[in-house]
């Protein structure tokens, strides 16, 4: 009886996961970041600690320990892809979970080296006595391997399981003591053909964290209001926005496969949900220095502004992302925006780089960029437009970049609350890591 009980158990969260895998993430008890003194998490078994850095490992590891969700890069045809989807992270190595089709499986077939990057946000930790905005980044770059034997997919997804509902000291020990019996390990395997496991080996691990103040006028991931705006009838029928960018929203299907058009948000939102952002992820391809100069898509978090239709940001004149862009100047950048309440909602941008060279034109895009940075979502656009030349010509060393869209997608998915331990982008963190953080530096930082 005992026995019947278990597996019946066992069935009902493999059942429970494959279901929310459509759902990037959930609420439920919050997590805190565990100074050194404490427990760590058990050992890894198989992850050197060599690969590691930018941050101390403990807190890299509590970062991956902790989160549920984060975006797979691959080099796509034209442009680096990036998909939003949930993970799990034991035994040294990053497992992914979905239906066969929210990965592009022909993507990491024909390119094995990807990235897969998890951030991490709160404005509730204090730091040196003031509380402020932290913002944790880490890229994971490895060699991603496509599951095949239904027997090990029904066995590594019964572990993602466990892990994904289990907090950051524990995972290890709990997948650990993970065990399927043969009849029930048979049942899961019809389960297992109608998803995928990809399971991701590290090569490097890189981190990244803001630990100054935040002056962001919006937050990034998380909203404190609504995540949508309500819309005009001629909003909701209008096509127009987004500049001339290809208009190709991505939505979320259903079981039966059919699309759910009530997840498909008209243009006038998509461009709603910019104009409340500052924070995004420009993703590059290129090599990689401390990986021996091997390519890697390449995704670092960056501030940045919408208006007229285009992304703009500002950054440094060197490093591996402009190096990249320089090489090949298509893009792909990404924004997410959680709400507890609504859901989650992912924009990708594919398009093309001008660094902007011109003293005249880099003067007025820097006004027009610090207006729409500053500005409520409601007030960028008329603010932006009153703007007006001469300018005077700009000769400070600061880069700035314009992305234009040359197409736009999306993807929608609500968030069933108290379902998982964990939840994406946004930690409830009270406590000060210790030792003092040291500055970034490395290929993440640039």
Known sequence: MKERTNMKKTIFNFLLIYLLTAILS????????????????????????????????????????SGNAGRLNTWGEKYP???????????????????????????????????????????????????QGVWFSVNVFGTAKIIADPGLTAELANKYAIAVNTTPDKVEESVAAAELDSQTKEMMKTIANRMVIVEITPALITAKLNGEKLNLPKLPYTLDGTLFKPLTQEEEQSTAGLAQATYQPVSDLPRSGKPNTKLSLPPAQIDHILHSSSVGRIVTFGPVPMLSGEEYPYSVPVSFSYFEGKIALHGRAIGMKMDNIKNNPNVTFTVDRYNEKEGWVSINIFGEVEIIQDPVKKMETLMKYGTAYISPAAEIEPKVAEIKGPFQPMNMPLTLLVIHPKEITHRVSPVPAGM????????????????????????HSK
């Open 26 to 65: 959930c609420q439920s008890q919050p997590v805190t970041i565990p100074p050194p003194t404490t427990k760590q998490p058990a050992p890894l078994p198989v992850i050197n600690d060599s690969l590691f850095k930018g941050l101390p490992t403990h807190l890299i590891k509590w970062v991956l320990y």
């Open 81 to 131: 892809n990036s998909n939003t989807i949930n993970y799990a992270f034991f035994g040294g190595k990053i497992y992914l979970h979905a239906r066969k089709d929210r990965i592009n499986l022909e993507e990491v077939k024909r390119n094995s080296k990807v990235t897969f990057v998890i951030d991490r946000f709160t404005d509730q930790l204090t730091l040196n006595t003031t509380k």
């Open 420 to 443: 998982m331990t964990k939840q994406p982008y946004i930690s409830d963190a009270t406590q000060v890591p210790k030792p003092d953080l040291p500055k970034t530096e490395g290929p």
